[in-house]
């Protein structure tokens, strides 16, 4: 079992903080004055792929194992 060093784990509660605070501050506000009609385009241009899933698995994965081996 690999065990975690204060220094990584410092390293990863200011990502995550990081990332919270990021994430809600580019959060959309709500505008009462943008009024979309009924002829607003509203169809994706492209749809997201389902393999997007699988390469962030695997890239996880290797990621996992590439800082395994470094121990």
Not at 17 to 45: G, H, M, R
Not at 66 to 71: A, L, S, V, Y
């Amino acid at each position: 079992m690999m065990k975690i060093k204060k220094s990584q784990y410092l390293a990863l509660v200011l990502v995550i903080a990081f990332v919270l605070i990021s994430a809600t501050s580019y959060a959309q506000v709500d505008l009462p004055d943008i009024i979309f009609t009924d002829n607003t385009n509203d169809e994706p241009v492209a749809p997201i792929s389902g393999l997007i899933a699988l390469g962030l698995a695997v890239g996880g994965y290797l990621g996992i194992r590439q800082t395994r081996k470094q121990d």
